[in-house]
């Protein structure tokens, strides 16, 4: 089954303790990326990698770092979270091969909770 | 910039019809999006509007697109308690897969 999953579905940390959220896609996709969901601002992108090393930010990635060694695998990074980083996260995977539109599928979303 | 805009909320009563509403800016988005987002759960694809079209109907869900207006819209034929949820308008910014969300439109049936 093709799928996008990401761990944990929810945590609780504390401030400045460094945490890290998995994502693996079985489809051989090379597009992947981090939103990141908040009441009336919809889904925003952290960062987004095109192939394996190849990553660059998205339209909020501050306090965000992630890394792309193996295809199917992108974590997101945060080395020190804060409370501002309390959020829905989704992780998505898309390939511009797929004809006619690239459709991207969806993790089922980590819950985090920065006290 | 892209910017998607809906509005956050809708109430419909079950059997009536649902319209969801949504504006964006990018003339050169090629293919327009709507997701639902069941309570917990991550974003499904529900349909998808390629922008030469102007309407798409699939099964009860009907898309409009007014490319000149740049304005997109979902309506929900029969809505039921299982279409309560969030749904998000969206539009892809390149030919990698970057979408452009909208804030979404929470839509709750009631009996």
């Known amino acids: 089954e093709a799928q996008v999953t990401q761990n944990p579905r929810y945590l609780i940390t504390v401030t400045g303790k460094k945490l890290t959220v998995t994502c693996s896609q079985n489809?051989?996709?090379?597009?992947m990326s981090w939103y990141r969901q908040d009441p009336g601002l919809g889904l925003r992108q952290i960062y987004y990698s095109m192939n394996v090393e190849v990553t660059d930010k998205g339209d909020v990635p501050e306090g965000y770092k992630v890394s792309r060694k193996e295809k199917r695998n992108f974590p997101l990074i945060l080395e020190s979270p804060s409370p501002n980083q309390t959020s829905l996260y989704f992780c998505?995977?898309?390939?511009?091969?797929?004809?006619?539109?690239?459709?991207?599928?969806f993790g089922q979303g980590t819950r985090l909770t920065v006290v | 910039g892209e910017d998607v805009e809906q509005s956050l909320f809708l109430s419909v009563r079950e059997g009536d019809s649902s319209v969801i509403n949504c504006t964006y800016t990018?003339?050169?988005?090629?293919?327009l999006y709507w997701y639902k987002q069941e309570p917990g759960a991550g974003l499904q694809l529900l349909t998808y509007?390629?922008?030469?079209?102007d309407m798409k109907q699939d099964q009860r869900l009907t898309v409009l697109l007014n490319k000149k207006d740049k304005h997109l819209s979902l309506r929900i034929a029969d809505t039921q308690t299982g279409d309560s949820a969030i749904y998000f308008c969206a539009e892809n910014v390149d030919s990698w897969g970057k979408l452009q969300f909208g804030a979404g439109t929470q839509v709750v049936v009631t009996p």
């Open positions: 489809m051989n996709h090379e597009y």
């Open positions: 998505a995977s898309s390939s511009p091969r797929d004809l006619p539109h690239t459709e991207a599928f």
């Open positions: 990018d003339s050169s988005s090629t293919y």
């Open positions: 509007i390629f922008s030469n079209m």
